[in-house]
C-alpha cells in the first residue's frame, strides 16, 4: 500500500524525467534574454502541459512575485505556440501553490543540493521551484494545476482496481478517502461498502495530497485463507507433537524414578533379608550346639534354649513364608479358592489362637463382632495371611499404646475385617505408597522395628485376587486402621452393581471408620 503511494507520486514526475541535468544558470541567463526557455525545456513543459494530469501551467521569477504586486504579469504557457504568455490575472490556486513554494524555499535554499524542488498544494496544484546551484538562488517558480477529476476518476481509481483487484485474490480492500469533506473518492472493489470500522490500515501520501487517506480492510481471500487454516492446522499438529513428547518424558522419567527407587530398595531388602536369615539360624546353631553336647542339664536353662529355638524357627518360618508369597504373587502363580467363608468366625479362630501371643507381648486383644453377618466370598489360607500380617504390624507399630482391636462388620455389600491400633500411626506422605514391595516408612521409631516392606504388598496382592478392596486411615501418633472388605456372596453373583454400590459406600465406609478411629 505504501509503494502504491510512492507510484502514486511518481506519476506526476513523468514529464519531468532529466529535469536534475538541466543547467538552470543557463536557463535563467536565457529567460531574462528572451523571456522564455530555452528549446530543451520548452519540450519538457510541453509534454506536461500534454500530460491529462496537469490542466494549466504558470511561471513566475522569483523576483517578481504578482500574487503580492499585481503590477508584475503573471505567464502561463500555451501549449500550442510553447510560448508563455503574460496574464493580468490568476486563480487563487496557483498563487496558493506558488506561495507555499516560495516560503518553503526560504527556509530551505541555503543547504538545498538539487537543482528543483517540487512542492504540493493538497491536490490542488504542483509547483517547481528553479534552484540555480552556482549562486544558491532560486530562479522562478513553475505551478502546474492538478487535474483533479483525471486524477480521482481515471488515474487512482483505475490503478487502485488495476493493482488491488480482484478482491478474492489479494485479500484486500482500499477506499481513497478525503477526511476533510468525508467522501469516498475511489474504491478498489466496487462491491465493497466502507465502514469505518472494518478499517485494519491507514496509509497517507509522502507530502503531497494532504487531505486524502487510503484505508484498507484486510480479508480471508481463499489463498489467505487456505494458508491460514494450514497454519492453524501445524500449530495444532505441533501442539499435539509436543504434548505427546512432554508426556512421554514425564511418563519416562516416573518410570526411571519408580525403577530407581524399587532397585535401591531391592538392594536394600537383600542385605537386610540375608542378615535376618543368618541370624536365627546362627542363635538355633549355638543353642543346638549346647543341647547336643549335652552339658546343659538344668530344666530352666533347657527350657529356655527350647523356647529360644522354638521363637527363633517361628521368625525364620514367617520370613520364609513372606518371601514364597511374595515369589508366588510375583510369578502369577497364587492359587485362588474363593468360597464362601464366614469371615467373623475366621477372624474368631484368629483372635483366639494368637490370643496368647499378643497378650503375652503386653498388649490388650480385642475383638468386637457385628452379630447376624452375613457370608463372604474368600480363600481362608489368604484371609490368615491378610490378617496375620496387619496384626503383626499393629504390633510392630504400636510400641506406647498397647491395644490392638479386631472388628467385623457389615459395610454396604462387603463384611469387613477392621485391625485397629492406637500406634504411631503413618504420615500422609507415605500412606499411598505403603502398600508397595520393599517400601518402609523410615523415622525414629519405626527404624526401631524390623521388617523389609513386603507384608502390606502382599496384603493387598491377596485382597485384590479375593476381589477385595483395602482402605487405610491413619493419624500420626494417634493410631492405624485397616480396612479389609470382602464381597457379600450375593454380591460376587451381580458384579456390576457391586461395582456401582462400591463407590456410594466407600465414603460412607471412610466417613464411620474415621469415626471409629477417634
Ligand atoms: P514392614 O512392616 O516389613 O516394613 P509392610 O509392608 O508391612 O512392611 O509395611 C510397610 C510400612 O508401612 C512399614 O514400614 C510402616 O512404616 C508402615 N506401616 C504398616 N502398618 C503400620 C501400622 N499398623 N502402624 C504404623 N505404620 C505402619
Request: proline share 3%; net charge negative; hydrophobic share 30%.
Given at each position: 500500500i505504501e509503494e502504491f503511494t510512492s507510484q502514486v507520486r511518481n506519476r506526476f514526475y513523468i514529464p519531468f524525467r532529466g529535469i536534475r541535468k538541466l543547467d538552470i544558470a543557463h536557463m535563467k541567463q536565457y529567460y531574462n534574454e528572451h523571456h522564455n526557455f530555452p528549446e530543451s525545456f520548452k519540450k519538457v513543459l510541453s509534454d506536461a502541459s500534454n500530460?491529462?494530469?496537469?490542466?494549466s501551467i504558470y511561471f513566475s521569477p522569483q523576483d517578481q512575485d504578482h500574487c503580492i504586486d499585481s503590477d508584475y504579469p503573471i505567464h502561463v504557457f500555451?501549449?500550442?505556440?510553447?510560448e508563455f504568455e503574460p496574464v493580468d490575472e490568476v486563480s487563487e490556486l496557483v498563487c496558493d501553490g506558488m506561495g507555499l513554494a516560495r516560503s518553503r524555499m526560504k527556509v530551505l535554499i541555503d543547504d538545498y543540493r538539487w537543482n528543483n524542488k517540487v512542492t504540493f498544494d493538497t491536490h490542488r496544484s504542483m509547483t517547481l521551484s528553479m534552484i540555480n546551484?552556482?549562486?544558491?538562488?532560486v530562479i522562478g517558480h513553475l505551478t502546474f494545476v492538478v487535474n483533479r477529476d483525471y486524477l480521482v476518476n481515471d488515474f487512482l481509481s483505475n490503478k487502485l482496481k488495476k493493482k488491488f483487484s480482484p478482491t478474492t485474490e489479494t485479500g484486500v480492500v482500499l477506499w481513497l478517502r478525503d477526511f476533510m469533506i468525508?467522501?469516498?473518492?475511489?474504491?478498489?472493489?466496487?462491491d465493497e461498502k466502507f465502514r469505518r470500522d472494518l478499517i485494519d490500515i491507514n496509509q497517507r501520501f509522502p507530502d503531497m495530497l494532504d487531505n486524502w487517506v487510503l484505508h484498507a480492510k484486510i480479508i480471508d481471500s481463499p489463498t489467505i485463507a487456505a494458508s491460514n487454516a494450514s497454519l492453524t492446522r501445524n500449530l495444532i499438529v505441533l501442539g499435539m507433537a509436543v504434548f505427546a513428547l512432554s508426556g512421554a518424558l514425564i511418563f519416562m522419567f516416573i518410570t526411571a524414578r519408580r525403577e530407581r527407587e524399587l532397585a535401591q530398595r531391592q538392594a536394600g531388602f537383600l542385605a537386610n533379608v540375608t542378615h535376618e536369615l543368618k541370624t536365627p539360624l546362627a542363635a538355633m546353631q549355638a543353642a543346638g550346639e549346647n543341647l547336643a553336647d549335652g552339658r546343659v542339664t538344668d530344666p530352666n536353662r533347657l527350657k529356655t534354649y527350647g523356647n529360644h529355638i522354638y521363637n527363633e524357627t517361628i521368625r525364620l518360618r514367617k520370613m520364609i513364608e513372606k518371601l514364597l508369597d511374595i515369589a508366588r504373587i510375583d510369578s502369577g502363580q497364587n492359587m485362588v479358592q474363593i468360597t464362601p467363608q464366614n469371615i467373623d468366625e475366621l477372624t474368631e479362630f484368629y483372635h483366639q489362637n494368637h490370643y496368647n501371643y499378643v497378650t503375652g507381648k503386653g498388649y490388650r486383644f480385642e475383638l468386637e463382632i457385628e452379630p447376624g453377618l452375613p457370608q463372604a466370598m474368600a480363600d481362608p489360607d489368604h484371609f490368615e495371611t491378610i490378617i496375620g500380617n496387619l496384626v503383626d504390624n499393629a504390633v510392630k507399630y504400636s510400641?506406647?499404646?498397647?491395644r490392638i482391636t479386631l472388628k467385623v462388620k457389615k459395610m454396604g455389600d462387603y463384611v469387613a475385617l477392621i485391625v485397629r491400633d492406637r500406634g504411631l500411626g503413618i504420615p500422609a506422605k507415605a500412606k499411598k505408597q505403603i502398600?508397595?514391595?520393599?517400601y518402609r516408612y523410615e523415622d525414629s521409631m519405626t527404624a526401631k522395628t524390623k521388617g523389609h516392606g513386603l507384608g502390606l504388598s502382599i496384603v493387598k496382592n491377596l485382597v485384590e485376587l479375593n476381589k477385595g478392596k483395602i482402605d487405610v486411615i491413619s493419624e500420626v501418633n494417634e493410631g492405624t486402621t485397616f480396612i479389609v472388605k470382602f464381597p457379600m456372596c450375593e454380591t460376587i453373583e451381580n458384579g456390576d452393581r457391586q461395582r456401582e454400590i462400591h463407590h456410594e459406600y466407600v465414603n460412607e465406609e471412610l466417613e464411620s471408620s474415621a469415626d471409629y478411629v477417634k
Open positions: 500530460d491529462s494530469i496537469f490542466e500555451n501549449s500550442v505556440n510553447k546551484l552556482t549562486d544558491q538562488e468525508d467522501e469516498i473518492l475511489a474504491v478498489s472493489d466496487d510400641p506406647n499404646t498397647k502398600f508397595e514391595k520393599f
